[in-house]
């Protein structure tokens, strides 16, 4: 048996674990969202934006020779008018800044990959270290990830946060929450540190943790990890039973909703929202309320994905990318049975890390529009999504690689730069410049 062949009957055996015909494929969180097809009838138009030009924001050769099942599934086209924006430096001298978060009073909380969290003041005074962060392993691209405040953080100053924890034979992404008591000089201090959640199993490398962190507008948690890169782990990512390349959902305590797609079988991680992940470093909530992603792929085929319950997104049996080396992964497919197409796909990759939605004021053009941010294009990539589908995408040179993005109080964007002297730069409007 082929190993593309096992992958595809590790996947069928998965789906079989739980009736098609049951709750849990017949509706989604909340009841309200029926079991779709892969692809059927108005899959294949694609609204027209208005205001979209008529060429691509990819302008660079494929590494592929695949093409696109779906209209506008990728190079669709940029604006006919490109956003017009000013940049300037909020914070620097984060070290390896790796996602930020906006505290009530328009403060912002920052991790740092190597295991350290601060909190920047408005004026961009970086604080001194939080106590009380766990120990991590910063090797590759491990360390601390995201970070999240709980929905009712006002009220109990609670945080979630992701990291890659070192572990007996090896590390694992997990996810912890605490109590974060100020001390009134900037700094202070993490208390009551429980985990919440280990991604297992546990695996000796320094690759793909993922990982975000997105409370719903239920109060459950999303997270979002990897599948460890390597071959002999990749292929878990199609095993229900492995923890790896996944999107989890749980409540605040780290216990399965019952109405999780695998709630209830004994063959499936009940925390399991949906599976065929390489490595998600994306997501964010739309308009709706509904969880949306972007996960890395290989050499092309990054991919947005609208995760839905109990389905399959396909890695490693399809994929739009290849390996890095330039050999076909596994069959050379990009499409599999059983599994979904990508809402989108990058080829070549943007890199994406960090993604919000744009919910403010300064740039109208943008409003309701997701930002992602681009670790290989350098930027930011603004995607306008209608029908479920992308009708333009934008790119917004930064000459930086961007670890994450957010949209402040004030309407204005903020994205987190990559690196040793890590940034967090602040666009507005031209119109909206200061003084």
């Not at 849990?24 to 030009?53: I, N």
């Not at 599948?227 to 780290?254: H, N, Y």
Request: hydrophobic share 35%; aromatic share 8%; net charge neutral.
């Amino acid at each position: 048996m082929s190993q593309v062949t096992r992958i595809r009957s590790i996947a069928l055996a998965g789906l079989a674990t739980v009736a098609l015909g049951s709750p849990a494929f017949a509706q989604g969180a909340g009841g309200s969202e029926a079991r779709p097809s892969r692809v059927e009838g108005e899959a294949f138009s694609a609204p027209a934006a208005k205001g979209a030009g008529d060429s691509p924001a990819e302008t660079e050769a494929p590494n592929t020779r695949y093409k696109p099942l779906l209209p506008n599934q990728t190079r669709a086209p940029k604006p006919a008018e490109a956003t017009k924006i000013e940049v300037a430096t909020v914070a620097k001298g984060l070290a390896s800044p790796w996602a930020m978060e906006f505290l009530p009073d328009g403060r912002m909380i920052v991790t740092e990959k190597a295991g350290k969290i601060r909190i920047v003041a408005k004026d961009g005074t970086v604080g001194p270290a939080i106590a009380g962060v766990p120990k991590v392993d910063p090797r590759g691209q491990g360390g601390l990830l995201d970070i999240a405040l709980s929905p009712g953080f006002s009220a109990d100053r609670m945080v979630y946060f992701s990291y890659a924890e070192p572990r007996d034979k090896g590390n694992g992404t997990t996810v912890a929450k605490a109590k974060l008591t100020e001390d009134g000089k900037g700094g202070g201090k993490l208390e009551e540190v429980k985990v919440v959640f280990r991604q297992m199993p546990t695996y000796d490398g320094d690759k793909h943790f993922g990982s975000r962190l997105v409370f719903s507008g239920d109060g459950k948690l999303f997270v979002t990890v990897g599948e460890r890169s390597d071959k002999v782990t990749r292929v878990q990512a199609q095993d229900l039973a492995s923890g790896l390349g996944k999107v989890f959902r749980i409540d605040t305590d780290g216990n399965a909703p019952k109405d999780n797609p695998f709630a209830g079988s004994d063959k499936a991680k009940a925390e399991i929202w949906s599976y065929g992940h390489r490595n998600v470093q994306s997501a964010a909530l739309d308009a709706q309320g509904r969880l949306w992603t972007v996960e890395h792929g290989p050499r092309g085929g990054d991919e947005l994905n609208r995760p839905r319950p109990g389905l399959n997104y396909g890695w490693p049996v399809a994929t739009y990318g290849i390996e890095y080396s330039g050999e076909t992964l596994g069959d050379g497919v990009t499409q599999a049975a059983g599994t979904v197409q990508p809402v989108y796909y990058w080829d070549p990759v943007i890199g994406p890390s960090g993604m919000a939605l744009y919910t403010g004021d300064l740039f109208p053009a943008w409003k309701n529009d997701f930002l992602v941010g681009g670790l290989v294009s350098g930027g930011l990539v603004v995607l306008k999504v209608d029908g479920d589908k992308v009708v333009t995408e934008e790119r917004v040179p930064l000459d930086a690689r961007i670890r994450d993005v957010r949209v402040g109080p004030d309407g204005a964007v903020y994205a987190v730069t990559d690196g040793a002297d890590g940034k967090i730069l602040k666009l507005t409007p031209p119109k909206a410049k200061e003084g």
